[in-house]
């Protein structure tokens, strides 16, 4: 079983910096992605950016340009946050997604808070 572990949240003011960091327990190296997601309260959980054991990224429109998702080896992941705003506030969850089987393993979230 996949299991993830977050750390790199924080409270900062509006327009400051934060940097995720996320690391799998398992080496799974066939087809898989890698990424981050948040949910304030009251809301649903949405997707803040991916990237793919190939590579490929994809960023929530709200987030291109300020956020930048990295993948240094096939189990961990950053996610560089900059220029922050209130509405990034939320607890942002590590996603591994095994791609063979379309099954999703999540971490136990990191609070983000951006004041104005």
């Known amino acids: 079983q996949v299991q993830l572990v977050e750390s790199g949240g924080g409270s900062v003011q509006a327009g400051g910096s934060l940097r995720l960091s996320c690391a799998a327990s398992?080496?799974?190296?066939?087809?898989?992605?890698m990424g981050w997601y948040r949910q304030a309260p009251g809301k649903q959980r949405e997707l803040v950016a991916t990237?793919?054991?190939?590579?490929?990224t994809n960023y929530a429109d709200s987030v291109k340009g300020r956020f930048t998702i990295s993948r240094h080896n096939a189990n961990t992941v950053y996610l560089q946050m900059n220029s922050l705003k209130p509405e990034d506030t939320a607890v942002y969850y590590c996603?591994?997604?095994?791609?063979?089987?379309?099954?999703?393993?999540w971490g136990q979230g990191t609070q983000v808070t951006v004041s104005s």
């Open positions: 398992a080496n799974i190296f066939r087809m898989n992605s």
């Open positions: 990237i793919t054991s190939g590579g490929s």
């Open positions: 996603n591994f997604r095994d791609s063979y089987y379309s099954r999703d393993y």
